[in-house]
């Protein structure tokens, strides 16, 4: 594809799909990544609000729609009520310039990558996000699927902690190789296993993204050393080291190690370390009265988070 589909459209611009026919208004830019460009839309028959990804590679965008139609099936199959349901809304063409460029329309996610999340509402928040992660891989998970490119852009948030994955353009089947992957994610970049996609595969990368938002000098330090020189260990020298990450200790030395039996157990154990007192225990040092306020009042907004996360 050239750069017709990769240049921006503008505001107004209307994309009527070429085989159904649903017409689409770009309202803005939502972001561009090596796949494609997304947009917010409006649908004009409804003026409900989606977003609406075109890709600059019919074979890519092909193989990320494939993932999201495979689980549309299996979720209806299972009579789940889970979210991809509803995620993929239509696929069709857009007719640009004498080409065509595919595009498929999803739910839109209203809410902040993970990175920007947790600098607005704190490092502690990583509890209920990644409790919240980790049940997004389960389902794909279980129903046979890894995401491969787990990486902190990859994970909208809510203002309640609430995540969404997007981008399943890295989605493998279990047992076939990761498609698609980031480095310091990838546990083949740590010499730590190999790229075929098992769900340890996804638990691995989840403990980095975890260390890279907590503790991010010290895994810049270390995925910056020689390959030859670079291990898992280093990974685990960082874990056992840094105070923001040691809520999480006993759980990302199990992850990186692939030692839960499954994805289940996997959030099963995420969950009683963030309802345990150690990860909820307060800072020791003086404080300003302000930053208390503010404090106590991140706690409390934390504290309804988990409790309508746990639905006790
Ligand atoms: N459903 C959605 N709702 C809201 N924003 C979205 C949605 N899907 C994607 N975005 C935004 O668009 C950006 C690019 O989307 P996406 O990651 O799917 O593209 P990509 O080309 O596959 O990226 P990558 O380079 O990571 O492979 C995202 O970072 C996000 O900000």
Redesign the pocket.
Known sequence: MTTSSKSALTQGTVVTGRWNGGRYMIQRL???????V?YLVKQLDNAKLY?L?MGFDTVDIQSEINVLKALQRQGRRRGSAGRDLSYLVEVDDYSLQGREIPFYV????KGD?LRSFLAKRGGPWLSIAGLHLLRQLRQLHENGWVFG?LKP??V?VSPYGEVEL??Y?GVSAIGRSVKQFTEWYDRGFWGAGGRTADPSYDWFSFTVVCIHLLAEEPLKRAATQLPQMRSSSDLLAIIRSEPALAPYRAWMERAIAGKFGDTAEACQLWKELVTSPLSRRKPRQQTPRWMLGAFALALTLLGCAIYLTLGF
Do not use: H, Q, S, T
């Open positions: 939502l972001g561009r990544g090596a796949n494609g997304v977003a990804k999803m739910r839109y996610v990558p490119d852009e990859n909208l997007i981008d353009g």
